[in-house]
């Protein structure tokens, strides 16, 4: 296998890119993106590019730590007030994106009710460091 170099997209790739993108209906290619403030495209390349890969910042929200024996109304509040600030450090930091990894059911529902998409993705975790 040849090594490819990697660079960062030119603005003379964006036509090429964007033709990539939909062309692999596989991938779930959000327009959207294009205009987020964090994006930046990566590119892999030999003599011409072979792939681009948009990245962007997201802010992930982490487990939750609830009161033991906190009221479902109690919960409920302050976790919607927690979602409203983690929206202020989302927009102060151009971020346009907040992902939640849901695993108990009654916290699920409940965020798919107050603009939270359930997604049938899964997700790849890679810590660095």
């Known amino acids: 296998m040849k090594q490819l170099n990697v660079r960062t997209a030119r603005p003379e790739d964006a036509p090429q890119i964007l033709e990539w993108l939909r062309a692999n209906p596989a991938n779930e290619f959000d327009p ?6 964090t994006l930046q495209v990566l590119c892999s390349y ?3 590019p072979v ?3 948009p990245t962007q910042k997201a ?3 982490e487990s939750t730590a609830i009161r033991p024996g906190l009221s479902e109304l109690d919960s409920a509040q302050a976790l919607r ?3 409203k600030a983690a929206q202020l450090l989302a927009s102060q930091s151009g971020i346009k994106e907040v992902f939640y990894m849901g695993t108990d059911k009654r916290l699920n529902a409940m ?4 603009n939270f998409t359930l997604r049938d993705w899964k ?3 890679m810590k660095l460091g």
């Open 32 to 37: 959207g993106i294009l205009s987020y403030p």
């Open 46 to 48: 030999n003599s011409e």
């Open 51 to 53: 792939c681009y890969l």
């Open 123 to 125: 997700v790849l975790q």
């Open 59 to 61: 802010l992930i929200l």
């Open 81 to 83: 007030d927690l979602v």
């Open 111 to 114: 965020a798919g009710r107050h």
